[in-house]
């Protein structure tokens, strides 16, 4: 091995710390939150056992147990704060009563999921405190992911763990019919993260890596944490739809639509997962919108080229999606397969219903273009590719927009 090629210092310690971060920070947060009552104690008593971690561990070897060693350095830390904090001696009688019960169990994630989630909160917290609180992003990377300013997000987490403190929200997951309301909440929020790691503004095509590994591992843990809600596995098998096709979606930098894409770069392997999962969930007889968004993915999936593709069964599983799900973004999407079933002109009536919820969004100027292109109305076209591209944000697609209008 030459020089150059020498592994640093600590480099494997540090790989290893980054995967117990992400399979164990969230936990020791909601672990110590229960304990004390304080989500913004728990949070800085974790992330300060990581940056202990960060240099122990490099001089003294990773421990045997790198999970329960986080977990003991953070109580420990947080032990120390209230200490040091003198209004906060009576809870340190409730620590004592709590500090000798076992670790945490596997699902304690899903309380914190779910208080970041409760419907008091504004959607924009919700994202927020669950990027910070359960994925552990920071304030910039939580502004890059949701195209805000880092004073705005900051601003959000503080107001949102206030009001959670104030109006006593608890860390707990809800039962029955309030189980079935929040857990679309965090379904969506989960999606959103998803599709944030897509739209990534900049000069290339590529995601947001952590910022999607992050979505796909929540979908994965809360349908790991809750097997008989089919809607989680519904959630789960979309992401892994998605995730297969990742590395023919973007190539060298560039957009590769859908149509266009090479289907030999799918992982197969993902593909499997997400047929399993979907497959689970239809188990379980209880139908709705994310299974619905999968079993599209799914035909997509499961056609060889692009010209195989099983519209006439799209449009049905958009039709059954309508009952679930009105957005105009769904409603966007159902045109597309519109077009191919009934012809570009019906697609084009759809989608111009559409206008007033979407003139600000660029795709409903791209797909509108689309239309106008195979009804021969080119002028029309090129006006409307003009400014989707005024309106979109990544260069990749700029790009993908600008070749469109040159080739007329």
């Not at 206030?162 to 809800?174: D, E, F, N, Q």
């Not at 266009?260 to 047929?275: K, T, Y």
Request: charge should be neutral.
């Amino acid at each position: 091995m030459s020089g150059t090629d020498a592994v640093p210092p600590g480099a494997a310690s540090d790989r290893l710390l980054t995967r117990v971060v992400r399979d164990e920070a969230a936990r020791i947060v909601a672990a110590l939150t229960v304990s004390f009552g304080n989500l913004d104690l728990a949070e800085e008593a974790v992330a300060s056992a990581v940056e202990a971690a960060l240099v122990q561990w490099r001089v003294r070897g990773v421990p045997p147990n790198p999970g329960a060693w986080l977990t003991q350095a953070a109580r420990h830390d947080a032990l120390d704060r209230l200490r040091r904090e003198r209004r906060y001696r009576e809870k340190l009688a409730l620590l004592a009563e709590t500090s000798a019960s076992p670790e945490p169990e596997a699902d304690e994630r899903l309380p914190l999921l779910f208080g970041c989630c409760h419907p008091a909160l504004s959607p924009a917290a919700q994202v927020a405190l669950t990027l910070r609180a359960v994925c552990g992003l920071t304030t910039a990377q939580i502004a890059r992911a949701t195209l805000s300013s880092p004073a705005t997000v900051a601003q959000r987490i503080v107001r949102a763990k206030r009001k959670i403190g104030a109006a006593g929200i608890p860390l707990r997951i809800p039962e029955d019919g309030e189980r079935a309301q929040r857990l679309d909440i965090v379904l969506t929020i989960v999606s959103a993260m998803y599709a944030e790691a897509q739209l990534v503004p900049g000069g290339d095509a590529s995601a947001d890596r952590d910022l999607a590994d992050d979505a796909l591992w929540l979908a994965r843990v809360i349908a790991d944490a809750l097997p008989r809600e089919a809607e989680a596995h519904g959630l789960r098998a979309l992401l892994l739809f998605h995730a297969a096709r990742e590395d023919a979606r973007a190539v060298d930098g560039e957009l590769v639509l859908l149509a266009d894409q090479d289907r030999s770069r799918w992982d197969a392997a993902l593909l499997a997962e997400a047929r399993r999962a979907l497959e689970r969930a239809a188990r379980l007889r209880r139908p709705g919108r994310w299974q619905l968004h999968a079993a599209i993915a799914a035909c997509h999936a499961d056609a060889a080229r692009a010209a195989d593709t099983d519209w006439p069964q799209v449009l049905v599983l958009y039709g059954m999606l309508g009952r679930y799900d009105r957005s105009p973004i769904v409603r966007l999407n159902r045109a597309v397969a519109v077009a191919e079933v009934r012809g570009a002109a019906a697609a084009l009536a759809d989608v111009d219903a559409l206008g007033a919820a979407l003139q600000g969004f660029h795709l409903w100027h791209a797909v509108r273009a689309h239309l106008l292109r195979r009804l021969g109305r080119d002028a029309e076209a090129g006006d409307a590719d003009r400014r989707a591209l005024e309106l979109t944000a990544n260069e990749a697609e700029r790009r993908l927009l600008a070749r469109r209008l040159a080739d007329g």
